[in-house]
């Protein structure tokens, strides 16, 4: 008997409030055989939340490389397998991208299950023109690299949109203070 390929789902989780997460996604996590997840325990609060059983298995920067293989030939065998981050779209800054594009490759369905984004949350309560706009991620951890990317973007005619950690926000809101200066509108 011939199988078909599963499906990966890319979920996009809570970015703090638990009830945002959509009804299709509950379903979608109910029903997969695996949950691959960038911080297990992270994610196990979400599913006791919402009551899915769901195994998980964690799949983060420091192994995904790892993972990928196992994780397609599960997919090639018909195993269902949802794809989260801890808040928000997985891949925008966060893991996935190695799953997706391995998927891909090996013509596994990947379905996207919308929902909260950080970046468009913020994008949409900014102000900020909303027409045109660039995410450039986490900058350089580094003020130097820091200061040197933001200079490449210093003439882009868009709303540019950033991620920071919180131990760095300080420094970086000092830099970019001081490469866009007084009269370059910004919202944290």
């Known amino acids: 008997m011939i199988r078909e390929n599963g499906v990966l789902h890319v979920v996009a989780t809570p970015i703090g409030n638990l009830g945002d997460l959509s009804q299709r996604a509950i379903e979608v996590l109910r029903e997969a055989d695996l949950i691959a997840a960038e911080d297990t325990r992270h994610t196990a609060r979400l599913l006791r939340a919402h009551g899915i059983e769901t195994p998980c298995i ?26 989260v981050s801890d808040a928000g779209t997985p891949l925008l800054s966060d893991p996935g991208y190695h799953l997706v594009r391995a998927a891909i490759e090996a013509g596994i369905q990947v379905v996207p299950v919308p929902g909260p984004s950080a970046l468009i949350a913020a994008l949409s309560a900014s102000g900020l023109p909303t027409d045109r706009f660039c995410f450039e991620g986490f900058l350089p951890a580094k003020s130097t690299a820091r200061r040197k990317r933001l200079e490449e973007l210093k003439q882009a005619p868009v709303t540019l949109i950033f991620y920071e950690s919180p131990h760095r926000i300080l420094a970086t809101l000092d830099d970019l203070a001081g490469v866009f200066g007084p009269d370059r509108p910004m919202v944290l």
């Open 58 to 83: 964690a799949v983060h920067e420091h192994n995904e490389r790892e993972k990928v293989p196992r994780l397609v030939e599960r997919l090639q065998q018909g195993e269902s397998i949802a794809l």
